[in-house]
Structure formats: C-alpha cells, structure tokens
C-alpha cells in the first residue's frame, strides 16, 4: 500500500508511529528535496522522511499522535507550502460541550488532520485536513465516537432544496414533539398522586401499574440517554446522557428493587421520579432546538431570498427556467415584485430596489440602466432586464451566507476555557455522586436517601448550558450583524471587538464619497488666472471648467493623456474633465506609476509627470509664487493637491485641485464613535492641510497625513503601541481600496466597505455591505453586546452548576426539581442569547 493511499484510509500506524503523506508545494528540484527533507527531519517526532519530486509528495513516519502543525511549519519555513483544505460535516446526537470535545479529539486523532473545531449550537465540525484525506475517513472516525457525521452541503445548495430542507428539519421537530408529549402522558399519572398527596387525597396507583408506565418511559422514551450515554462509556468519555442515564436508571432499579422485595407497598417506590426526569430533559431539549433554530433565521432568511425560477429572454421570446439553468451572460427578466435572482447590470428598465435583506438599508434604491443588482433585491416599481454578471456561489449574496456561516461555526478564544471544563466536567460529576452516596450512608441515612442524593447530583449536573453559552451568542450576534449590513468573518474578530480603543480610517471612499472632481486647474500664465470647476447643484453632476485660455485646454490635454487608462478616482476626475470640454486626448507611452507619489508618461516625446506635492519637493522643483499660494488655499479647504510637471524641462505646466465630498453621514460616525469612547485618527496620503481640514471638519481626534501606501501598515502597528497605562491598544482599521489592503492586515479588527475593491474585503474582518460610516460604530456595539451575553451565559452556567451541584449533594433538592432545573438551564442560556436578535444597530 503506498503512503497516499494509507493516509486516505486513515494511516494505520506503522512500528515505530504512524504515516503521513504530505503534498508539498513549490518543488522544482533536487536541492528543493533536499531542503524540504532537512526541515521535516529536524521536526520533533519524525522517525523517517522521504520527498518525491515527482510525485510532489514527502512520505514521514512520526510518533503516534505526533501532531500535524509542526511539519506545516517546517514546510513553510523552508520556503514551501503543505496543500490543505477544510471539511466541513454536519454532527448528528451531540447533546453538550462534552459531546464536543470528544468529536474533536476522535477527528483530531485522523492522521492528516491539522485543526478541528465543532460547534455545538450549528452541530457542525470544521476541518483543516492535507488535501490527500477523504471526507470518509473523518466521517468513520465520528462514528467511532458514537455520532453521526455527513458532508456538509454548501449553502448554494441548501438555497435551491430550501422548502423540503425546512420540511424535513419541521418532521424532525414534530417527531421530537410527539415523542416528549407521549412520555408527559405516561408521566402525568405518576406525579398527579404526588401533588394530591399535599391536599390529603390518595390517588396512587398501584405499583404494577407505576412500573408498567415507568419502564415505558425509560427503555422506549429514554432509549436514547442510554445508546448515547454507551457510546461515551466506549470511548472512556462522558456526556450529558450518560448523566442522566445514570441517574434515573439507579432510581428506576431502587423502585424495582423495592417492588420486588415487596409488590404492594407504595412507600419507598420512586418511579414517578425517573419518568419525570426523562421527560423534563426531553421538553428541554425540545425547546432548546426551537430556540437554537431561531439563532439560524438570518441565514435561512438570506437563503430564502433567491427564486426558485426565473424568466429568461431567448430569441423566441421569454422561458421559465430553474435558477440552476442560468449561465453568465443570460439576459433575465424580472417583473415588479419579484427578487432579483443573480448579480448582474441591468440592460433594460429602471425600478426602486429594496436591498434591505442584503445590505440593510431600510430604503429602496433607484436603480435605471447601466446600474447594478444583487442576488435578492426585490424589484418595486418597475419591470427590469438584466444580464447575468455572477451566478450562483460566486454571487454577493452566496458570499455574504458563507462568511455569517463561517463565523457562526468558527470557536471564540473565550471558548477554550469551556472545552477544558468540559473535558473533566462528567468525570468530576460522576465522583462527586459516588461520594454523595457513600457520605450519606456513612452518616446513616440509608441506602434509599443516599441514592436518591446522588441521582439529584448527576441529574442536575448541565454540562449542555456551559456547551451553548458562547456558540449560540456568537450565532444570535452575527445573524443580528449581517441583518444590519455588518457582516463579521470570524468569530476571533467579534470578540476582539468588543475592546477597540482606536479606529483610524482612511479618508477617500470611507469618509468622502470616493467620486473626487476636478475643482480647480491653473497655469502658470497669471492673465489667463484660475480655471475653475465648482459642483452643481446635483453632486452627482459637475459644472462645465472654463478652458477658454489656449495654455489651460493644452495643459489639461496633456494632464488627460498621462491618466488615460488609469482606475484611479483622482485620473477618472482628470479625463472627465478633458471629456466634458471637448478635449481630444493624445496617446501616451511608457506610463509609470509613482508609487504612493503620482504617475509619469511619455506625451509626444516629452516625458510628463503628475505628482503630489511630496513628490515636487522630493525632485527640488518650486513653482510660481501665485501656484503655491494657490495650494496653501486649496489645501486649506480640504482639497488635494496634485502638479503637472514637464520632467524634462523641470517645470511646472499647472496646478490640479480636487475636490472628493464628504459623505453625509461621515460627522455623526465621528460623534458616535466618540460617544462609545473610541479614539478616531484620520490617515490619508493627501497633504496635511487637506486632511486636516476634513478631521477638523468631522471632530477627528487625530491626523497621520502623507501616508504612503506602504507604511499605511506601519502607521496601525503604532497606534497599536501601549498607552500611558502600559497595555498594547486595540485598533481597528476602516478603509476601502486596495491600498488599505496591508493596513486592514494589520489591524487588530480590519473594517472594510462593501463599496470598495474585493481585496480590501479579503484582508478585513468586518465588512459593512453599505458604504455607511455610522456602521463602524455599530460593529463595535454588537460586538460589545455579544460578549457582553457570552459573559453572562458562561456565568450563569458556572454559576448554576456550582450552586445546583451541592444543594443536590445535601440532599437539598428532590430528583424531580433537579431534573427540571437541568432540562431548562440550556434553555435559559439560548433565550438569553436570542435577546441580541432585538438589536437594530
């Protein structure tokens, strides 16, 4: 068998530890090999290495249980990468964070397995495997453990088998409900005589009669207590139901024990104690789905928003299609009322969008032809053609489900705390029973108050409260989040949140509109003055530059050339000028960016830059008086400053001023950031003045301007630096380009826009699917709630089992409340999570 194969099979282990193949990336040589091998054999736990450069693989033999993440890392030093993927498996019968930590540990013990992360409240498990492992061996290693595991389907297509998903998922909980009501009619009777002992009436049933109701509930209703609470007991590991198993199977024996020794005595017979408890644990658990269901609605409300058909235009006319049938490029119709079913541009129409499932805002947005839509927009008022732009995964909204979906799955930190809790927590429970019992029959209580002392103990012991606390906050607060536009990658980034101090954004595009016009063009000619552009009174639009003067139309002719084919805001600003006053613009040659400084060309054999100010002074070029006087004023009113110089000649052909407003919204994102108490620092490459002007316009509390691109980074990494109280600062970046990118990286929580570029988004942690600062604030205030609710939860699940725990070991609580108190503790947890459902940002 070769090592590819074995490793696909699970790897036994060989004499000496187990095998492991490794796909190695990046080899193209021998001394490639050589080095690789080197790495690997100077890891701790390698016994043997061999590298094939053919087959790209390197066959190691380690320890048992020597873990993975040490050779990645020795790979990647050398200066290789290891291939990796993530599986993704849905986990059937996990009841508490015991349940979790055991598929973790069986998955974990997979041979290529490098990271494992399960989640009790999405029942889902998260894998980082080598690329060679199949899902089949992560699957049998979950079976081991007793669960069941299947392949995750992807989001696209649980959206297209939405209704019978939901169906299936609505039988499961009705089965569940008609099992839970079953018991409670067999438990009734057996409690009612209970309570009307209290008011004198004898209503007991016979004791056959107790144990025929009591037997039903416990071997049918309570098979499962019992299969689960085995398969723990086989994998020397403990669960919820092992507790429970435990405990009503030793009241359930006392009672026929007693029944046994005596059949007509009703006294000592405790039947109506372990059918209660079964059942209370089952409407527990019952009610605990429904809630964590509810943690679940944002992504099937995102998932609901695409159609199942649509209309697509052909030759022939119009053709009802499934969505699945739709490919890039096909023209689809959609009529007022219908949800838009692919990203795309519309072709014909014009019609209100409502985008507030996808973007959460509350309005709709005009949208007519040359516009864009997104996948579940609801047409209002206007019959639209589109042509399909993005289909399927591939589509904003299947990213936005895979990104709340990613960080509802993924552990929070705070996390680890509980799994190690929970790894030792049915162990203690179960020692602390046993010592119940015995204690309580050493002071002479008898056998019957003993046992009855020490099933309390196991019964309300609640290792699922601890389990839920965190998962099920963090789930309830992203699908809050993504309702309101924010959409959180992980959950490392939601709880880090909650501590920013700082917040430095970028000015272009976060707090300005990102569309810079042209407001003010001069030449050195002071006849011919100051050419000026002012906004109309639509923003959108701009006034007609006054270019009557030869040496301006010439100067903007060749500024034109030099950005023709640049994205840049600043290049668009230039040649839309030159188009609006009918410039024809020439070829230009050799084009160069200036990083962070401007861009150079070759026009008509005159190499031409058009540069920052930095960049003047840098090249020892000084203007005319009146031009720098001209950039002290623009710069003093916020405008940014750029110069068209002839390099050959060392001279400056004209003064560019351009004005980029700012958003409307941008002064109150301020003053609520200001009112959480979070320090904002505007950081931009324009020139100070510039930048300044717009701080002080916004009540920003600090400026870092004349940033390069570059050192955008570094500028984060000293923000990050200790305050005066000596702890390192928490800063979040906001920004929006693709020069934001390295400092969005760098940040403790990066912040990017929807608005602006795919690599921005890919770096940050937050993305706000609105272009809407006031949504940074809200980030930061869901993240504060969330944490605030996982405290709360982890506190009252501690609290609830250090305090139930010994009032059940003093004998202190009847089996019955014990059992009840546990059946709704995790309830309690979840409803106290959903609460965050009611934030509306």
């Not at 079953?182 to 009734?188: D, E, G, H, M």
């Not at 009612?192 to 056959?208: E, H, K, S, T, Y």
């Given at each position: 068998m070769n090592a590819t194969a074995s490793v696909t099979r699970g790897a036994p282990a060989t004499p000496t530890g187990r095998a492991l193949d490794l796909p190695i990336e990046g080899m193209s040589c021998a001394s490639c090999v050589g080095r690789v091998e080197k790495a690997l054999a100077r890891t701790a736990g390698v016994h043997q290495v061999d590298v094939n450069l053919a087959t790209g693989r390197a066959h190691v033999q380690t320890e048992a249980g020597a873990p993975l993440q040490p050779l990645l890392e020795a790979v990647r030093k050398a200066g290789y990468a290891v291939a990796t993927r993530h599986a993704h498996l849905d986990i059937e019968g996990m009841s508490c964070a015991s349940c979790v930590g055991r598929v973790e540990k069986a998955l974990r013990a997979v041979p290529g397995v490098n990271q494992a992360a399960v989640n009790l409240a999405t029942e889902s498990a998260d894998v980082e495997v080598l690329e060679t492992v199949e899902e089949s061996a992560l699957i049998a290693a979950v079976a081991r453990a007793g669960y069941r595991a299947t392949p995750r389907v992807s989001a696209d297509a649980r959206a297209t088998d939405q209704t019978s998903l939901q169906a299936r998922r609505r039988r499961v909980r009705q089965r569940e409900g008609w099992?839970?009501?079953?018991?409670?009619?067999?438990?009734?009777?057996?409690?009612?005589?209970?309570?009307?002992?209290?008011?004198?009436?004898?209503?007991?049933?016979?004791?056959?009669?107790?144990?025929?109701?009591?037997?039903?509930?416990?071997?049918?209703?309570?098979?499962?207590?019992?299969?689960?609470?085995?398969?723990?007991?086989?994998?020397?590991?403990?669960?919820?139901?092992?507790?429970?198993?435990?405990?009503?199977?030793?009241?359930?024996?006392?009672?026929?024990?007693e029944f046994w020794r005596d059949p007509h005595a009703h006294s000592h017979l405790y039947f109506e104690a372990s059918a209660a408890v079964i059942t209370l644990v089952r409407l527990g658990k019952w009610l605990e789905s429904g809630a964590k269901r509810k943690t679940t609605e944002a992504i099937e409300a995102l998932n609901a928003l695409r159609p199942d058909t649509v209309r697509r235009r052909t030759d022939a006319g119009e053709e009802t299609v499934p969505l699945a049938a739709v490919r890039v490029g096909d023209r689809l119709v959609i009529r007022p009322g219908e949800r838009v079913p692919v990203d795309g541009v519309i072709a014909e129409g014009a019609s209100h969008l409502d985008e507030s499932l996808i973007t959460g805002e509350s309005l709709p947005q005009w949208r007519e032809t040359g516009g864009t839509v997104v996948t579940g927009a609801i047409a209002s008022d206007g019959q639209l053609v589109i042509d399909a732009r993005a289909?399927?995964?591939?589509?904003?909204?299947?990213?936005?489900?895979?990104?709340?979906?990613?960080?509802?799955?993924?552990?929070?930190?705070?996390?680890?705390?509980v799994d190690r809790v929970s790894a030792v927590f049915v162990p203690i429970i179960v020692t602390i029973a046993a010592v119940t019992a015995g204690g309580w029959f050493a002071a002479g209580a008898g056998v019957e108050q003993a046992l009855l002392n020490a099933v309390a103990v196991l019964v309300i012991a609640c290792p699922c409260a601890l389990g839920l606390a965190t998962p099920t906050a963090l789930m309830a607060g992203t699908g809050a989040a993504a309702r309101r536009g924010i959409l959180i990658k992980n959950a490392s980034a939601l709880e880090l949140a909650h501590r920013i101090e700082v917040v430095a954004l970028d000015k272009t595009g976060t707090l300005t509109q990102g569309r810079p016009t042209l407001v003010a063009f001069e030449t050195p000619d002071a006849a011919a003055g100051l050419a000026r552009r002012r906004r109309s009174e639509r923003p959108e639009q701009a006034e007609q530059v006054d270019l009557d003067a030869p040496q301006a139309r010439e100067a903007l002719r060749l500024a034109a050339?030099?950005?023709?084919?640049?994205?840049?805001?600043?290049?668009?600003?230039?040649?839309?000028?030159?188009?609006?006053?009918?410039?024809?613009v020439p070829a230009a040659s050799d084009v160069r960016a200036l990083a962070?400084?401007?861009?150079?060309?070759?026009?008509?054999?005159?190499?031409?830059?058009?540069?920052?100010?930095?960049?003047?002074?840098?090249?020892?070029?000084?203007?005319?008086?009146?031009?720098?006087d001209s950039a002290t004023a623009a710069g003093h009113t916020g405008r940014s400053v750029s110069w068209l110089v002839d390099e050959g000649t060392r001279t400056v052909l004209a003064l560019l001023a351009f004005g980029d407003p700012v958003k409307p919204s941008a002064a109150d994102a301020i003053a609520a950031l200001r009112r959480i108490g979070v320090q904002t620092v505007l950081v931009s490459g324009d020139q100070r003045a510039a930048v300044q002007q717009v701080a002080t316009t916004l009540g920003i509390d600090a400026v870092e301007a004349e940033v390069l691109p570059a050192d955008k980074a570094a500028t984060v990494r000293r923000l990050q630096q200790p305050s005066a109280a000596g702890?390192?600062?928490?800063?979040?970046?906001?920004?929006?380009?693709?020069?934001?990118?390295?400092?969005?990286?760098?940040?403790?929580?990066?912040?990017?826009?929807?608005?602006?570029?795919?690599?921005?988004?890919?770096?940050?942690?937050?993305?706000?699917?609105?272009?809407?600062?006031?949504?940074?604030?809200?980030?930061?205030?869901?993240?504060?709630?969330?944490?605030?609710?996982?405290?709360?939860n982890l506190f009252w699940a501690f609290f609830y089992n250090v305090v139930g725990v010994p009032l059940a070991a003093f004998g202190l609580l009847d089996p019955v409340v014990a059992g009840a108190a546990m059946a709704f503790s995790s309830v309690s947890v979840v409803a106290n999570a959903l609460l965050l459902r009611r934030w509306r940002g």
């Open positions: 099992a839970m009501a079953a018991s409670a009619v067999l438990t009734l009777p057996l409690l009612l005589p209970m309570v009307a002992m209290v008011a004198g009436a004898d209503w007991m049933l016979p004791p056959i009669v107790q144990m025929a109701l009591a037997t039903v509930v416990q071997f049918v209703f309570g098979a499962r207590f019992y299969r689960q609470g085995w398969a723990a007991l086989r994998n020397r590991a403990g669960n919820m139901e092992l507790l429970v198993a435990l405990g009503t199977s030793a009241a359930y024996g006392m009672s026929v024990f289909i399927g995964g591939d589509t904003m909204l299947s990213r936005i489900v895979r990104m709340v979906e990613s960080a509802q799955a993924e552990k929070a930190p705070i996390q680890r705390l050339a030099v950005q023709r084919g640049s994205d840049h805001p600043l290049a668009r600003a230039v040649i839309a000028a030159a188009d609006s006053a009918g410039i024809a962070g400084r401007g861009v150079s060309g070759l026009v008509e054999g005159r190499r031409l830059v058009i540069g920052s100010t930095r960049w003047l002074h840098e090249a020892g070029i000084t203007p005319a008086p009146a031009q720098a702890r390192r600062r928490v800063v979040a970046m906001v920004g929006d380009g693709i020069n934001d990118a390295p400092a969005l990286a760098a940040a403790d929580v990066g912040i990017a826009m929807a608005t602006g570029t795919d690599i921005a988004m890919e770096a940050a942690d937050v993305t706000l699917m609105r272009g809407e600062p006031t949504l940074v604030a809200g980030a930061i205030e869901i993240s504060r709630l969330t944490y605030r609710k996982i405290r709360q």
